[in-house]
């Protein structure tokens, strides 16, 4: 299994930014998937899961409405658009398989994240 994050940066407060997850080793198409974040000096946070056919999504509350989650299963890639991004989202955004819940954030299996950053 690998999950190959990419797009983050450093981003200006009310900015937008794109990450991806290029997956393989795994049916993806077969798969949830979840973005999870680690801000500096803090916990693992889940932001974002996503199921299998991407009908049903969940967002934590502080992301809901600016974060949108989706995949695209021909491609075996996962994405997270960040709208209207806060100096509060600066975290390494890892890709996960599976459906993160608090139970299982610590062990759920990610890759090696991408780090988004936002300031003025």
């Known amino acids: 299994v690998q999950l190959v994050e990419s797009g983050g940066g450093l981003v200006q407060p009310g900015g937008s930014l794109r990450i991806s997850c290029e997956a393989s080793?795994?049916?993806?198409?077969?798969?949830?998937m979840s973005w999870v974040r680690q801000a500096p000096g803090k916990g693992l946070e889940l932001v974002s899961s996503?199921?299998?056919?991407?009908?049903?999504?969940y967002y934590e509350e502080s992301v809901q409405g600016r974060f949108t989650i989706s995949r695209d299963n021909f491609a075996n890639t996962l994405y997270l658009q960040m709208n209207s991004l806060k100096p509060d989202d600066t975290a390494l955004y890892y890709c996960?398989?599976?459906?993160?819940?608090?139970?299982?954030?610590?062990?759920?299996?990610r890759g090696q994240g991408t780090q988004v950053t936002v300031s003025s």
């Open positions: 996503i199921n299998s056919n991407g009908r049903r999504t």
């Open positions: 996960a398989k599976g459906w993160a819940t608090i139970a299982n954030l610590d062990s759920i299996l």
């Open positions: 080793g795994f049916v993806f198409r077969d798969s949830y």
